[in-house]
């Protein structure tokens, strides 16, 4: 007789009791590894591929941060993609558009700007600036020295999903069709919204997220705000129409951990990627300590154990964030862990 194994594999199927015990694992255990990129050895190398790559040779130069355990297809997380992007005065960047929603978190530099659906975004250190999905986008410098950002994108989850498009745009920039950074002037001031203006989609409707008022929130809440346990003063980035993440897939937060601070270890299924703002300090990620200073990117994947700790008595430390929370949210699948 035929091997009935063999037989029935030419027939497109499989024993399940075979795969029982790897399709249903008693708790996630993610491809992706904690890991940690520091800003101060990869600029170097930034600027030299500035100078050395024309914009024939590399449209965009971008350094990705590639999570060990995710080298191909690259990714930093089983979701998310980091890269840190470098534009000099007098480039431009092809504009296009794509399934997959993005966003710039800005590192250095000034007079650069992002082109998205015709309204032309300012970029500034500590701004935040979205690209939501299938949105023209372009960018162009018109300044000195050279404009770093963190570039943050879904494309991961959107290629597992086979749902992702891109189209280039029919000429290299967008004219401008909108005064510069009116979404910002019209959203960002809180509780106060446009009457006249419906509500477009899932999207927030806010082109970038000034620096100067999240200075301004922090501020205002001062040492008063108890903040939590495990992620100290932590704020969100939210759609003004709803309250919601800034994005359905990407849910953005900026936090601040007070001097001597030391998180009560948590994990949860979404995974996160941070970006130090300022400060220095140690995450320990299931064991594993990533000791980060300022402008450095580190990933924490999901269902993994993490701890924050501030290494200053005197002085604050600053953490950006986003993370695939929504999206683990909106399927049911969210759970967390505070030990």
Request: glycine share 10%; net charge negative.
């Amino acid at each position: 007789m035929t091997d009935p194994y063999e037989a029935i594999a030419r027939l497109g199927t499989a024993p399940l009791w075979r795969y029982y015990g790897n399709l249903f694992a008693a708790e996630p255990k993610s491809r992706a590894v904690p890991y940690l990129w520091r800003y101060a050895a990869l600029r170097p190398y930034l600027l030299h591929f500035a100078d050395a790559l024309s914009l024939e040779e590399a449209e965009r130069r971008v350094l990705m941060l590639v999570n060990p355990g995710l080298t191909e297809p690259p990714a930093t997380t089983t979701t998310l993609y980091a890269g840190i992007q470098v534009i000099v005065p007098g480039e431009t960047a092809q504009a296009h558009r794509h399934t997959a929603a993005a966003f710039r978190f800005i590192i250095e530099g000034r007079g650069a700007y992002t082109t998205v659906n015709g309204e032309r975004v300012h970029m500034h250190p500590g701004d935040l600036l979205l690209t939501p999905g299938w949105h023209w986008h372009d960018h162009a410098h018109e300044g000195d020295g050279p404009m770093l950002w963190l570039d943050g994108l879904d494309y991961p989850l959107v290629n597992a999903l086979d749902a992702g498009f891109f189209e280039l745009y029919g000429e290299r920039t967008q004219k401008a069709a909108a005064p510069d950074d009116l979404s910002s002037r019209q959203f960002i001031h809180g509780r106060l919204t446009p009457a006249w203006d419906p509500q477009p989609g899932p999207n927030s409707p806010i082109g970038n997220y000034p620096w100067t008022e999240t200075a301004r929130a922090f501020h205002a809440i001062a040492d008063d705000a108890v903040g939590s346990d495990s992620d100290g003063v932590v704020l969100e980035y939210t759609n003004p129409w709803n309250g919601g993440p800034v994005m359905p897939t990407i849910g953005c937060r900026i936090a601040r951990l007070r001097p001597g601070f030391r998180g009560t270890p948590r994990r949860q299924t979404p995974s996160t990627i941070y970006h130090v703002v300022r400060g220095a300090g140690v995450t320990t990620v299931d064991g594993q300590r990533l000791e980060w200073g300022e402008k450095d990117v580190f990933a924490v994947p999901g269902w993994a154990l993490y701890e924050h700790a501030n290494a200053s008595a005197s002085s604050d430390a600053v953490l950006f964030s986003y993370t695939d929370a929504p999206a683990i949210t909106a399927l049911g699948l969210y759970r967390e862990e505070i030990r």
